[in-house]
């Protein structure tokens, strides 16, 4: 949800995470808040990323298994009993 100011409306939450961990990264940023945001929004896109390459391949793969029983039919037509 974005604010009138365009901005994302942001909101405290908790994480547990290592405090040795914690006193490394704040060795390099002076913002915790910002750099752990902008690390999560990465993952984020990357598992989105990996999720839509994932149905692409399912979907293909979909595509490729009809056209086969398009042009051959199925291996259990000629033993149906039906």
Known sequence: ???STGSPRKRPVNLTINEALVAQAKAYTNNLSATMESLLAEFVAAQQ???RDHQRAADACAADWNAVHASVGSFADEHSTL
Request: no cysteine.
């Open 1 to 3: 949800m974005q604010t």
């Open 49 to 51: 990323s990996a999720q």
